[in-house]
């Protein structure tokens, strides 16, 4: 299990001698994924991408890149279900099916964890995931970027407002149930840029779920691009609809 600190090659050392967050972005990869894979490089900040199982199959060379970037790509279910709203076979299903996923796409998880979606979570749900010895990883830094009336000011004030040591930002890769994602990506150079001057550093998460220091790794192959329609839930705002290309889920 290697040490999100040690993994990497020589590259900025994000926030070693400070406090430190963690960035996050749950429901990908989306077609808002390229650019901030490229945003990221720029600013050369490691990141945590929970992703929903029937994207990744979907587009495999986004989670692909994202790993060899050192991101750590983690698991966000299968469908992106309430899993309260699941028997318990069905939230192992959702588990193990985004965990299969990972690994066909080629990406090795630096361990087992997952974030429930929508933090349905409930003794139950808190059971199965220990039972499939999963860490259950939340968040403390939200910014209600997964609604398309939240502008990109309002995401990156949001964020900054609540920075605090070992914090956890919470932010969405699309959406999997509305047509927001462009507003993230236009708020996340200004939120490293505060986060920086606020004098922390951006690190990654341990098989603890806390947040530890970390490095960029460049991988020096280009970013790709999206290869296949984005699968969506039924939209829960009508409007607007996703970025094209994108297909209801199967
Ligand atoms: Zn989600």
Redesign the pocket.
Known sequence: MPDPAEQATPGPVAGADGPLVCLTF??GPSAHRPRTLQILRELEVPAVFFDVGMRVRANPDLVRFAAAEGHQVLN?TDT?PALTSLTPVGMREEILGAGRALEDAGVEVPFRAVRP??TAVDDVVHAVIQVLDYLEVGGTISALDWHPGTTAEAIRDSVLAQLAPGGVIVLHDGP?DTGAGSATVEALPGIVAGVRESGYGFGLLDETGAVVPARYVASGQPVPELAAPVPYRPLVVPEPEPPAPWVPMP
Do not use: E, F
Request: hydrophobic letters at 30%; glycine letters at 0%.
């Open positions: 749950d429901d966000h992106h979606p929508m999997a």
